[in-house]
């Protein structure tokens, strides 16, 4: 043991003196540019003068010795990884074919997802990050293995410039590009489920700009070749207008040492498509194509954090209104349903139906280790406006550590008699947890 020790301390000293000898250089080196650029602008004999190539290599020798710097740590190239578990525990008054849920009524235990995420620097100039998901099917229970996050994002763009492409959840909204498991509430709020299509998965571009200016300000636009869970289908061949496109400008204000608001408006746009998630058999036999998409929304986050105690204590109340405004193919006999055909009858006919939706929620922290809140969803069918679901859910929070937690929460839907739904009551107990390295982490959102 005594051995161990005094081997350690001789790699610590060895290490401390690598440091040490690289700090020197640096130090000496940037003298003998400061000292060449003074000189370059001073009349001097020929015999001094400094060429830029001269400064040009010496800034490169300091480069050199900084990365170096950098590279010591034996684990440095090595990637972040992390793994994350949801597992949801739960019991609905109703069974499936009463609320339209894709969960079976009763009780049930639903392993969500497990997540496996990998991330590192690629090089000085970007980051690379993938996210493997196993999500459990809704009817048989059995996980599939997908890719749903795979992309690289720039680190070091000019003029406050960040681009990222692959596979990602786009940014629309407050809570559509996270994860299920770091959400603040077990469920995903009926709005983003009926409009974004949960998470707003996309295989595109996304280009942020922090402009120049005091106040913060963050603008995000992107392209995909979809937006959410439900694939567009772009026939044969995709058309640029076929693709995707949205974009969020967003701000923050302190109001106060201990209150921050933040806002922002989210826009989505699908000009063309042959459909999106097939063909929408509606209650009534007819069929809806989707042709055109187009989504809009307002959210807003009021946060207290304290300078003092902040990790004891906390309020946040969030809110999102959401407006789809789609344009879609009717089908009033349903001939275009394959059961009945699959064919034109005459009677089809485009027109738009808009909907609105909205989620609001407040959570209050008074331990580091519990917190309670209240959501309130309403959302008008993407399909048929008068087609209207409410959900109240209390719930409470047990973080045991900050990779573990419990959450138990009560949610009572009610749908309107156009629906031919039922309403229901239901029970939830959420256990996730995570191990290694996770860079989204529990925030309070």
């Known amino acids: 043991m005594e051995q161990l020790k005094k081997q350690l301390q001789e790699l610590k000293e060895n290490l401390q003196k690598i440091q040490q000898q690289q700090r020197e250089q640096i130090e000496a080196l940037q003298k003998q540019i400061e000292a060449l650029q003074k000189a370059a602008g001073t009349n001097q004999p020929a015999a001094t003068t400094v060429t830029p190539d001269q400064i040009k290599r010496l800034n490169e020798k300091v480069d050199q010795v900084v990365e170096s710097e950098k590279k010591v740590r034996p684990n440095e190239f090595n990637p972040s990884i992390g793994l994350v578990g949801e597992t949801v525990f739960s019991y609905r008054s109703r069974g499936s074919d009463q609320t339209g849920s894709d969960r079976p009524g009763g009780f049930d235990v ?191 986050k009021l946060s207290y954090v304290p300078l003092q105690n902040n990790q004891f204590r906390g309020f946040t109340w969030g809110t999102e209104v959401l407006y789809s405004n789609n344009r879609y193919l009717f089908d009033p006999d349903g001939s275009l349903d394959p059961a009945n055909g699959g064919a034109l009858s005459g009677d089809e006919f485009t027109d738009h139906v808009g909907s609105l939706g909205l989620y609001s929620y407040a959570t209050y922290k008074w331990h580091r280790q519990w917190s309670a809140g209240f959501l309130f969803d309403w959302v008008q069918n993407a399909q048929n406006h008068s087609d209207q679901t409410y959900a109240y859910s209390p719930y409470i929070t047990w973080a045991l550590s900050h990779w573990n937690q419990l959450r138990l929460q009560y949610t009572h839907t009610a749908h309107n008699a156009v629906s031919g739904l039922r309403s229901d009551d239901a029970v939830y107990l959420q256990w996730a947890w995570i191990i290694g390295s996770h860079a989204h982490g529990w925030q309070q959102r």
């Not at 967003?250 to 063309?272: A, C, H, I, M, R």
């Open 110 to 300: 639903n392993q969500r997802s497990i997540e496996l995420n990998i991330a590192a620097s690629v090089d000085p100039f970007a980051k690379g990050y993938a996210v493997i998901n196993a999500s459990a099917d809704s009817a048989t229970g059995e996980a599939a293995l997908a890719v749903e996050e795979a992309a690289l994002q720039t680190t070091s763009f000019p003029w406050n410039l960040e681009l990222k492409a692959g596979r990602f959840f786009g940014e629309f909204g407050r809570l559509g590009y996270i994860h299920d498991h770091e959400l603040p509430f077990v469920n995903r709020p009926l709005a983003l489920d009926q409009y974004m299509g949960g998470e707003t998965k996309t295989d595109g571009l996304q280009l942020n700009w922090l402009p120049p200016i005091s106040h913060y300000v963050s603008l995000t636009v992107g392209l995909g070749d979809q937006f959410g869970d439900d694939p567009n289908n772009p026939g044969a061949f995709r058309h640029f207008r076929e693709m995707n496109f949205w974009g969020r400008l967003s701000t923050y204000f302190d109001l106060t040492p201990n209150w921050q608001l933040e806002g922002g408006v989210s826009g989505l746009w699908n000009p063309k498509t042959e459909d999106r998630a097939g063909l929408l058999v509606q209650p009534s036999g007819s069929t809806l194509t989707e042709r055109e998409r187009r989504v809009a929304g307002l959210d807003l």
